[in-house]
């Protein structure tokens, strides 16, 4: 069974900075996209970024666009979300996810397993 194991949530002022990470198992990790997705009270899952299974391509939401930063570790089997200059409309819940193909992706539906999430609250 995938397992996907998010971490590095937490309170955080706004302006500060979080590094998510997903641990990823039971699987060739490397063969698979990975997105982020987050879900805030109230509202609708929505993307927020996602990288190819080389790390070559990734993709943003605009409201992320030069904050957020994927990344990942082939070696380490763990795909990484750097968020800086964090607001308080980024407080949600975050998922990694695994996509379904080797390119990364924006539609929820062509990801295939999900982790538990890890909750991220911004402070002003």
């Known amino acids: 069974q995938v397992q996907l194991v998010e971490s590095g949530g937490g309170l955080v002022q706004a302006g500060g900075s979080l590094r998510l990470s997903c641990a990823a198992s039971r699987w060739i990790f490397s063969s698979n996209g990975m997105g982020w997705f987050r879900q805030a009270p109230g509202k609708e899952r929505e993307f927020v970024a996602s990288?190819?299974?080389?790390?070559?391509?990734?993709y943003y939401a605009d409201s992320v666009k030069g904050r957020f930063t994927v990344s990942r570790d082939n070696a380490k089997n763990t795909v990484y979300l750097q968020m800086n200059s964090l607001e308080r409309e980024d407080t949600a819940d975050y998922y990694c996810a695994r996509g379904m193909y080797a390119i990364a992706t924006t539609d929820p539906e062509t990801y295939n397993y999900w982790g538990q999430g890890t909750q991220v609250t911004v402070s002003s």
């Open positions: 990288i190819s299974a080389t790390g070559g391509q990734s």
